[in-house]
């Protein structure tokens, strides 16, 4: 028994270009950044966009411990104080315009957003690629000597 093809209805049009975006959310309080990943994933959802996470990171303890008495008098009580700081990773694939709409969700007070676009770890997919059938006449990197400058003779002059 055959099952019919599935339809791919959440795909991006052929002449648009999905990008691998990741988005960071930083925060030290962990409500406020739960119910924003919470709201980016099902914005995302609703465009029908393939999403990866939100992906928990380790917690980072910033810790300060100082003595009470300002005099350094007295007996040796100590204040330790303690900040945390929370953060969450979300991918994307998606054209650039949709992921526009779903970024522009109110975010909640104390909770920072960083968007990068990974699209140079496709090209150096590629490039891998190319370099396995032996076609890297067709795709050309930079080298370090194109980002330096060095090897130009006539520098020197």
Do not use: Y
């Amino acid at each position: 028994m055959s099952f019919p093809p599935k339809k791919d209805a959440g795909a991006a049009p052929a002449d648009e270009a999905v990008h691998r975006i990741r988005i960071t959310l930083t925060s030290r309080n962990v409500q406020n950044l739960e119910k924003v990943c919470a709201d980016l994933k099902k914005a995302s959802l609703d465009q029908k966009l393939h999403v990866s996470g939100p992906v928990r990171l380790p917690t980072k303890k910033l810790t300060i411990t100082t003595r009470k008495a300002p005099s350094g008098e007295g007996t040796n009580t100590w204040d330790r104080f303690e900040m945390r700081i929370h953060k969450r990773l979300i991918d994307l694939h998606a054209p650039s315009d949709v992921v526009k709409k779903v970024t522009s969700i109110p975010i909640e007070p104390g909770v920072e957003v960083d968007v990068t676009i990974n699209d140079r770890c496709e090209l150096l997919k590629e490039h891998s690629r190319a370099i396995s059938f032996g076609t890297t006449d067709r795709l050309r990197l930079p080298s370090i000597w194109d980002l330096t400058g060095a090897g130009h003779e006539d520098s020197f002059v």
